[in-house]
């Protein structure tokens, strides 16, 4: 999602369009085929339902499948979306886990069906996790209940994107729940919602504009967190937003960093500061 790509979005192409240079693979192409990935050997986690449950949430909002990567202390992923418009990076640290053993090497899964079986699980359920060795599949184990998840090959799966750094000009630290607030008021009018701080009024518009009604939710310096400010003005794909929005816990503090027609960077963290969510998102760029 470079600014390559950014500039490729006019006022007559909606960011879900952008092209994407990778195919997604098929739930039938199964991990027992060879992989350059390396090995994942010796996985094994215990860990509470709701943990796992927001973990994947944060994923499949834009993915259906992703590669897992299990290190010795965390486990992590990096996924974008077909489009190559949204992104997400995701890290559980080892702390978060009951249990954590971690081979090393990839995994590859279906998120739609790992995400259906730990939503089976209560809150605050423990779920065992481990890599059958023998069968090269996933035993879910959870309050008297067994699953066996076949995995999918790494290498069928996109490549995990690089997130670039972005110097952005303001950074706003705002409760879950105002966004929230905001992307439902412009949903009412408009199919993209703008993000713009005003320095001078040190304050953050969530804005949008539609054919006959407009919205505007002003937040100032004293209804937020935190606020960095500076100029930072740019327009965004609402039923994107809205995507994220649905990851965002409503209590948590979401960091968002904002420039000028660049990306904008949400930051939050979760399992008691353990487990962070990065998304980028880019934006529209409209022509004169």
């Known amino acids: 999602m470079s600014e390559a790509s950014n500039d490729a979005q006019t006022d007559d192409q909606d960011s879900s369009e952008v092209d994407s240079s990778e195919d997604s693979t098929t739930p039938d192409q199964q991990a027992n085929s060879s992989s350059n990935e390396g090995s994942q050997s010796g996985f094994h986690a215990i860990v509470e339902a709701s943990t796992i449950q927001d973990a994947l949430e944060s994923l499949s909002v834009?993915?259906?499948?992703?590669?897992?990567?299990?290190?010795?202390?965390?486990?992590?992923?990096?996924?974008?979306?077909?489009?190559?418009?949204?992104?997400?990076?995701?890290?559980?640290?080892?702390?978060?886990?009951?249990?954590?053993?971690?081979?090393?090497?990839?995994?590859?899964?279906?998120?739609?069906?790992?995400?259906?079986?730990?939503?089976?699980?209560?809150?605050?359920?423990?779920?065992?996790?481990?890599?059958?060795?023998?069968?090269?599949?996933?035993?879910?184990?959870?309050?008297?209940?067994?699953?066996?998840l076949s995995l999918i090959d790494p290498d069928s799966i996109r490549q995990e994107p690089d997130i670039p750094e972005l110097d952005l000009a303001a950074e706003i630290v705002l409760e879950g729940s105002q966004i929230d607030r905001g992307v439902k008021a412009a949903d009412m009018v408009s199919d993209h919602i703008r993000l713009r701080v005003?320095?001078?009024?040190?304050?953050?518009?969530?804005?949008?504009?539609?054919?006959?009604?407009?919205?505007?939710?002003?937040?100032?310096?004293?209804?937020?967190?935190?606020?960095?400010s500076g100029t930072a003005n740019s327009l965004f794909s609402l039923d994107y937003l809205k995507d994220l929005n649905k990851a965002f816990p409503s209590d948590a503090e979401i960091t968002t960093e904002l420039g000028d027609d660049f990306p904008v960077k949400f930051h939050f963290n979760f399992a008691e500061g353990l487990a962070n969510t990065t998304y980028m998102l880019a934006p529209r760029i409209q022509s004169d």
């Open 198 to 228: 005003d320095d001078a009024e040190e304050a953050l518009y969530i804005e949008a504009d539609g054919d006959t009604d407009d919205v505007n939710l002003k937040l100032t310096r004293e209804d937020l967190i935190a606020l960095n």
């Open 62 to 148: 834009l993915v259906d499948e992703c590669k897992i990567r299990l290190h010795s202390d965390e486990l992590s992923v990096r996924a974008v979306d077909p489009a190559n418009v949204a992104m997400a990076d995701l890290s559980l640290e080892q702390g978060a886990f009951e249990h954590y053993s971690g081979g090393g090497g990839v995994i590859g899964v279906n998120l739609n069906r790992l995400e259906d079986i730990v939503n089976m699980a209560n809150s605050g359920d423990l779920i065992n996790l481990e890599l059958n060795e023998r069968t090269r599949k996933l035993d879910i184990k959870f309050d008297g209940l067994s699953y066996t």
